[in-house]
């Protein structure tokens, strides 16, 4: 799983790579905490938290999955490091997310931060394939 | 470059209403400026124009980039009579982020030599960045108190004077909040962030007022040349943001309900007169207090270290602006007074001489117009103008408006040699982050001289200052 960081206007793009869209979510989640420890290898697994979601598209379920985190996060002043995803559902029915994220207390002297993720968005939102590969990707509100 | 909007007028260009557009879109800038405009302004600016019971034109002023739905520097006005619509997306995510400005009646040359143990200080003492709680604490039913009575509730609870709130836009109380809009979480979000200055482009600034343009206004407003001035950019933080996020979600799939054509998700909008319109106007007015008591706590845990530094200082609230709103106001149209509800989103109300909701010493100049420049550069105080309310419902621009993305500026400049620099320049920089400061280089934003010189040639608002910064802390 891979991730990166792509350019906007004013805020930060998230992206994420995999094999399934699972993963692609997974690396999408590491790159928006990548804003607040650079290297996630530097979070230690402290603290797991349960996440369930449901949203009409795959890219709804993105957003959503995103801003769940974020909002986790800055309520309880965490910063995740590790994520597992398991996606569920699509044709006639609503899409699924069931996941765990670990992290611990954001550190500001451990954690090399940039700037506060504080919301996923529908701008540049995309979940699909490239070539073998998933995608997943938006751009987030700092 | 070839643009598709028209000069219609020196620094006023239009974009024609073709197609789902319901009136022109119009921009109020320089040559250089549009022709270094985003295209994705010009296409939201369209769809902007396209949403129901729209007034006069969708405006976007001299600093405007791509934003979220509706540009940054974007202002819209709709008419609840007319099918008007509210848009969460119209608003921003950081709603009321805004500027808040104190004279202190000091010189420069008081306060030479002080200036770093002064930004030390202020570093130290106003929690900025993330991870750092905030300097009040509260419980749900407390914050309700913070979401219902803004400035006011600050004020209250001993953070500054009542007689600050009628130089604070709707004299600190936003009216018509409702915090049972807003959802738990994003009052969990705000509990520890009271009086906490965030990251990003926010930003807490010692500048110097280095020209007076306007010496009647400057006198009104208490800036003298050389005088120090204290200004607070920050806004609603965590809770501004969840609302936003919320609405945007709950408002997304009512769009069919109400027969509104939405070709941008962002622009996600509802009728004004709907339960989800009132049930967003309320949650939005509630993250306006939000915002308007968070400057308020910031100003006084400013005065704090000031007391420290300089016991006989007095420091007076100029004004507080906010930049991320919609609110409902009267306005002339073709001849008749209408109530609309005016989105500004990057874009700072701008009242001219003689309006009502001035405080009385300000009523024969305007409105003070805080505008945020970089952290190099300088940033800016204007006035409202008469003639601005028929140009775009009484609004100017907010700030410099960035021209580089921050992955673009992280190339461009290392945090630590750009913070060497500006030292060099004699502006001392405070950052919980050195990443975080090469992604807010002055280079990375339009320059700010250019946008206040067209807000005053277009009519949106007059110069009456320059301060530059020599202190700037930032998250």
């Given at each position: 799983?891979?991730?990166e960081?792509?350019e906007h206007?004013?805020d930060?793009?998230?992206?994420g790579?995999g094999?399934?869209?699972?993963e692609?979510f997974?690396?999408?989640?590491?790159?928006?905490?990548?804003?607040l420890?650079e290297?996630?290898a530097?979070?230690?697994?402290?603290v797991?938290?349960?996440?369930?979601?449901?949203?009409?598209?795959r890219?709804?379920?993105?957003?959503?999955y995103?801003n769940?985190?974020?909002?986790?996060a800055?309520?309880k002043?965490?910063v995740f490091?590790?994520?597992?995803?398991?996606?569920r559902?699509?044709?006639?029915?609503?899409w699924?997310?069931s996941g765990?994220?670990r992290?611990e207390?954001f550190d500001?002297?451990?954690?090399?931060?940039?700037?506060?993720?504080?919301?996923?968005?529908y701008?540049?939102l995309?979940?699909?394939?490239?070539?073998?590969?998933w995608?997943?990707?938006?751009v987030?509100?700092? | 470059?070839?643009?598709a909007?028209?000069?219609?007028?020196?620094?006023?260009?239009?974009?024609p209403?073709e197609?789902p557009?319901r009136?022109?879109?119009r921009?109020?800038?320089s040559r250089?400026?549009?022709?270094a405009?985003?295209?994705?302004?010009?296409e939201q600016?369209?769809n902007?124009?396209?949403?129901?019971?729209i007034v006069?034109?969708?405006y976007?002023?001299?600093?405007?980039?791509?934003?979220?739905?509706f540009p940054i520097?974007?202002v819209?006005?709709?008419?609840?009579d007319a099918?008007?619509?509210?848009s969460a997306?119209?608003?921003?995510?950081?709603?009321s982020c805004?500027?808040?400005?104190?004279?202190?009646?000091?010189h420069?040359?008081?306060?030479?030599?002080k200036?770093?143990?002064i930004?030390?200080?202020l570093?130290?003492?106003?929690p900025a960045?993330?991870?750092?709680g905030?300097?009040?604490r509260?419980t749900?039913?407390e914050?309700?108190?913070?979401?219902?009575?803004?400035?006011r509730?600050?004020?209250?609870?001993?953070w500054?004077?009542?007689?600050?709130?009628?130089?604070?836009e709707?004299?600190?109380?936003?009216k018509?909040?409702?915090?049972?809009r807003?959802s738990?979480?994003?009052r969990?979000?705000q509990?520890?962030?009271?009086?906490?200055?965030?990251?990003?482009?926010?930003?807490?600034e010692?500048q110097?007022?280095?020209?007076?343009?306007?010496a009647?206004a400057?006198?009104a407003?208490?800036l003298?040349?050389g005088?120090l001035?204290?200004?607070i950019h920050?806004g609603?933080?965590?809770l501004?943001?969840?609302i936003g996020t919320?609405?945007l979600q709950?408002l997304?799939?009512?769009?069919?309900?109400?027969g509104?054509h939405?070709?941008?998700?962002?622009?996600?909008?509802?009728p004004i007169?709907?339960?989800e319109g009132?049930d967003y106007?309320?949650?939005?007015?509630?993250g306006?207090n939000?915002a308007l008591?968070?400057?308020?706590?910031i100003?006084g845990?400013?005065?704090?270290?000031?007391?420290?530094h300089f016991?006989a200082?007095?420091l007076?609230?100029?004004?507080?602006v906010?930049h991320n709103?919609c609110?409902?106001e009267e306005?002339?149209?073709e001849?008749?007074?209408r109530?609309?509800?005016?989105h500004?989103k990057?874009?700072?109300r701008?009242?001219?001489?003689?309006?009502?909701?001035?405080p009385?010493?300000?009523r024969?100049?305007?409105?003070?117009?805080l505008?945020?420049?970089t952290m190099g550069t300088a940033s800016?105080?204007?006035?409202?103008?008469?003639?601005s309310e028929?140009?775009?419902?009484?609004?100017?621009c907010?700030g410099a408006?960035?021209?580089?993305?921050?992955?673009?500026?992280?190339?461009?400049?290392?945090?630590?040699?750009?913070?060497r620099e500006?030292a060099?320049k004699?502006?001392v920089?405070?950052?919980?982050?050195?990443k975080?400061a090469a992604?807010e280089?002055?280079g990375?934003y339009?320059?700010v001289?250019?946008?206040?010189?067209?807000?005053e040639?277009?009519?949106?608002s007059?110069?009456?200052?320059?301060?530059r910064?020599?202190?700037?802390i930032?998250?």
């Open positions: 799983m891979e991730f960081q792509f206007g004013a930060v793009g998230v992206r790579y094999s399934t869209a699972a692609a997974e690396g999408a989640a590491r790159a928006v905490f990548s804003l420890a290297d996630p530097s979070v230690r697994p402290a797991e938290t349960r996440i369930e979601l449901e949203a009409a598209g890219e709804e379920l993105l957003v959503a995103l769940e985190l974020i909002s986790l800055d309520t002043g965490l490091g590790d994520f597992d995803v398991e996606i559902g699509g044709g006639k029915r609503t699924q997310l765990k994220a992290g207390p500001p002297e451990r954690h090399a931060c940039t700037v506060q993720p504080k919301g996923a968005t701008t540049a995309r979940v699909g394939t490239e070539g073998r590969r995608v997943a990707q938006c987030v509100d700092v | 470059m070839e643009t909007f028209r000069e219609v007028e020196p620094n006023v260009w239009e974009l209403a197609g557009m009136v022109a879109g921009i109020y800038a250089e400026l549009v022709d405009l985003d295209e994705k302004v010009r600016l369209a902007v124009a396209a949403l129901p019971g006069g034109a969708a976007a002023m001299p600093d405007a980039h791509w934003g979220y739905g520097g974007g819209a006005a709709f008419d609840p099918g008007g619509i509210v997306g119209g608003v921003g995510f950081d709603i805004g500027v808040r400005a104190y004279t202190t009646g000091l420069a040359t008081e306060i030479a030599g200036v770093e143990a930004a030390h200080d570093y130290r003492t106003v960045g993330v991870g750092w905030g300097a009040v509260l749900l039913d914050l309700d108190q913070v979401l219902l009575g803004g400035a509730w600050a004020v209250e609870s001993g500054g004077d009542i007689s600050e709130l009628a130089r604070v709707e004299n600190g109380c936003m018509g909040a409702d915090p049972s807003v738990r979480r994003a969990e979000r509990l520890n962030e009271v009086g906490t200055l965030g990251s990003g482009n926010h930003y807490l010692l110097v007022v280095d020209e007076v343009f306007d009647a400057a006198r407003f208490g003298a040349s005088e001035v204290v200004a920050c609603s933080r965590g501004g943001h969840q919320d609405y709950r997304l799939p009512l769009a069919g309900k109400y509104i939405l070709p941008d998700r962002e622009l996600a909008c509802v007169r709907s339960p009132q106007l309320g949650a939005m007015r509630a306006i939000c008591a968070n400057r308020q706590v100003g845990l400013v005065r704090r270290v000031f007391a420290r016991p200082a007095t007076t609230l100029l004004y507080d906010s709103t609110k409902a306005h002339e149209v001849g008749r007074k109530v609309l509800y005016v500004r990057g874009a700072t701008a009242f001219g001489p003689g309006h009502a909701e001035l009385e010493e300000f024969d100049v305007g409105q003070p117009v505008i945020g420049g800016f105080v204007l006035v409202g103008t008469a003639e028929r140009r775009a419902f009484s609004s100017s907010h408006g960035r021209r580089m993305s921050r992955t673009a500026a992280k190339g461009l400049w290392q945090g630590r040699a750009l913070i500006l060099e004699g502006i920089i405070k950052s919980h982050t050195a975080g992604e280089a002055p990375a339009k320059d001289e250019e946008v206040a010189a067209v807000a040639a277009a009519g949106l007059r110069r009456v200052a320059r301060v910064p020599i202190a700037c930032k998250g």
